[in-house]
């Protein structure tokens, strides 16, 4: 059978490759640019046998979609930045209680309500430090349709994976423009099930005890095992613990399983690295006007490269630091005030020959204000 080609918007190849990973619950609340999203899966999703509410607010749609991954269920939901922003407590107990969840943030311009049909980038560091204290997360994007499908289904392997909630930033103009999608068939996509325990009933069942290989096998709430669920720090049973040692261990576990494995949750695609003088870092809509820059300039024999960002979160300090090491300069393009860019910075020791070249004026970054952006740069000696 050939494989299903469509013309879609980006939300609803989202929703493609949600559908695809074997979503079975979503709760949400629409709100711009995402609301497709909730749309389409109000749709499909009952006629799939799964199930779909729309509630009354996100922090709610959070904490159900928490309830339903903890009885066994794959879920997701998605909202926009103000909503983003009440989902963060609940994301925080996600992250404590080590509960599989996937977020779609379709980023719009912020504060507050903002621009809400207009383009941003601005929630990256919102997506790493939204929720308050110590902790890890996996942050992707993408910059096209097939990429979107790609990293929706990639959230909800890497959710059951790290077990753990799973934030995937895409923006208004990726959300709502349209494109070719091509659907591979089913089974052409390694798809991650829920890993569950094989503890028999009426066996000491421990929710928080790792395997060698880090993963930590789940029974499904209200199934066979009863145990605790808590966002305070607990111990393997899932009871509070003020013990300092097994607080220690706690949070060395929640940030450990996600930094300590960067390389494989890493994501990313390069153009013309190999004799680039110039490299452009760039990722979401943005790095669509990047990669046109880097195109035109190599065709007038200039050495440009791009390197494009999938995941943003663990930060690939090092496959970065590899990849635009060599580089007279770089410049990193994006539609905030600098989030990747001062990460790329933190990553070069030649950090004086980064640069930005970025919008945040809910106009999407054209391939003109990024070349205004590098006679700048040149005008400067840089």
């Known amino acids: 059978m050939a494989s299903n080609i469509r013309f879609v918007q980006g939300n609803e190849a989202c ?37 779909f509410i729309q509630m009354e607010d996100e922090i709610a749609s959070m904490c159900a979609i928490i309830g339903a991954s903890l009885t066994g269920r794959k879920v997701l939901t998605a909202t926009s930045g103000p909503g983003f922003s009440l989902m963060q407590e609940a994301l925080g107990y996600a992250v404590m209680a080590e509960i ?12 507050s309500t903002g ?118 720090y607990h111990d393997m049973w899932g009871f509070p613990s003020e013990n300092p040692k097994v607080v220690h261990g706690l949070i060395r576990h929640l940030v450990d399983k996600i930094e300590n ?11 013309y690295l190999e004799d680039a003088r110039t490299v452009l870092v760039s990722y979401g809509a943005s790095a669509r006007s990047a990669l046109h820059v880097v195109e035109s300039q190599r065709r007038k024999g200039q050495k440009f490269g791009l390197f494009e960002l999938q995941t943003l979160w663990p930060f690939p300090y090092d496959i970065v630091g590899e990849a635009c090491g060599r580089a007279k300069r770089v410049v990193v393009v994006e539609m905030n005030m600098g989030h990747v860019y001062r990460e790329v910075q933190r990553t070069l020791t030649n950090s004086h020959n980064v640069f930005l070249a970025n919008r945040i004026d809910g106009v999407f970054i054209s391939p003109t204000d990024i070349r205004q952006a590098l006679r700048l740069i040149e005008g400067k000696g840089m």
């Not at 990973?21 to 709760?27: C, D, H, M, T």
């Not at 640019?33 to 199930?51: D, V």
């Not at 599989?100 to 504060?111: D, E, F, K, L, T």
């Open 15 to 51: 929703v493609e490759g949600a559908l695809y990973a074997g979503i079975e619950f979503f709760a949400g609340y629409p709100i711009t640019p995402s609301s497709e999203i909730t749309e389409l899966l109000a749709y499909h999703l009952p006629r799939r046998g799964g199930k």
């Open 100 to 111: 599989p969840c996937v977020i779609v943030n379709v980023q719009r311009g912020g504060p």
């Open 115 to 232: 621009l809400p049909t207009h383009i941003s980038q601005g929630d990256v560091n919102q997506a790493r430090w939204g929720t308050h204290g110590d902790h890890a997360i996996i942050g992707l994007t993408a910059s096209n349709h097939q990429d979107v499908f790609a990293m929706t289904v990639e959230a909800f392997n890497m959710a059951e994976t790290y077990r753990t909630p799973v934030i995937l930033l895409f923006d208004e103009v990726v959300g709502h423009m349209r494109e070719g999608l091509t659907i591979p068939e089913p089974g052409q996509i390694p798809l991650v099930e829920r890993l569950k325990t094989s503890v028999p009933e009426g066996v000491d069942y421990h929710p928080y005890l790792p395997r060698e290989d880090g993963r930590l096998p789940m029974s499904d709430f209200g199934g066979v095992h009863r145990y605790n669920v808590t966002g305070l």
């Open 261 to 271: 494995n960067v390389h494989s949750i890493a994501r990313y695609k390069t153009y």
